[in-house]
Nanobody, 127 residues
Framework: EVQLVESGGGLVQPGGSLTLSCSASGFTFSNYLMSWVRQVPGKGLEWVASIKYRGHDIRYADSVVGRFTISRDNAKNMLYLQMNSLKPEDTAVYYC????????????????????WGQGTQVTVSS
């Protein structure tokens, strides 16, 4: 059974940092592109970042480039999102998501291209 479990969310002041983690199980983690996606209540999903299988090919949304860093540890089946210089507009529920096809990829985010999602972790940026 595929499982994605996020952790690391919380309340942080503007300008602060958080690191989100996603523990993956039930599939060959190193074969799949993984992404972080966020959602503000009442709004649609917003793609944040994606990372290919070996971790060398990465893309970020313009809204987070230079502030967020996505990474993965294939030996531990873990996905990470290091978030620095956080802003109130980064407040959202953050999800990790697994791309539907092994060794497949698309840098254009389409929700239907992801077949498994975590339960989400809340990030709140407020003073």
């Amino acid at each position: 059974e595929v499982q994605l479990v996020e952790s690391g969310g919380g309340l942080v002041q503007p300008g602060g940092s958080l690191t989100l983690s996603c523990s993956a199980s039930g599939f060959t983690f190193s074969n799949y592109l993984m992404s972080w996606v966020r959602q503000v209540p009442g709004k649609g999903l917003e793609w944040v970042a994606s990372i290919k299988y070996r971790g060398h090919d990465i893309r970020y949304a313009d809204s987070v480039v230079g502030r967020f860093t996505i990474s993965r540890d294939n030996a531990k089946n873990m996905l990470y999102l290091q978030m620095n210089s956080l802003k109130p507009e980064d407040t959202a529920v953050y999800y990790c998501a697994k791309y539907i096809n092994a060794f497949g990829s698309s840098w254009y985010f389409n929700q239907e291209d992801y077949d498994y999602w975590g339960q989400g972790t809340q990030v709140t940026v407020s003073s």
